[in-house]
């Protein structure tokens, strides 16, 4: 999709501090984060959000990632939150499947 800012992050057309990478999967710092460690996980193909992910090949590529990206993070021993915003009313701002990796504070819903 050649108006996908994500895509265009796949394509090496706009620039991201990769963290993780595979053949399918690529995971990047969030340019606005909302904690200490805050990463994206999406798919290389162009999804547009999680209703559309029938293939449980990449379904678990994803999961695999995730876990690379809080382990490498160091994020395992206190904890994280992964987030997954669906559609525009569910907060999804961005119409390419991803996931945050939150992480490096409080964490505990609700907030306090």
């Known amino acids: 999709m050649t108006d996908c800012i994500f895509c265009k992050i796949v394509a090496g057309d706009i620039p991201s501090e990769r963290v993780y ?5 690529l995971a990047f710092r969030d340019v606005q984060p909302v904690a200490p460690t805050h990463v994206l996980v999406i798919p290389k193909k162009h999804i547009a959000d ?8 990449l379904a678990s590529k994803l999961i695999v990632a995730i876990n690379e ?6 994020l395992v021993a206190d904890g994280f939150r992964v987030v997954n915003n669906c559609g525009e009313q569910g907060g ?3 119409g390419h499947l991803h996931f945050h990796v939150l992480g490096g504070r409080d964490m505990q819903w609700p907030p306090g």
Do not use: N
Request: a negative charge; glycine letters at 18%; proline letters at 0%.
């Open 21 to 25: 990478e595979d053949g399918e999967v």
């Open 50 to 57: 999680i209703t559309e992910l029938g293939d449980a090949g």
């Open 69 to 74: 990206v809080v382990k490498d993070q160091g």
């Open 92 to 94: 999804q701002t961005v």
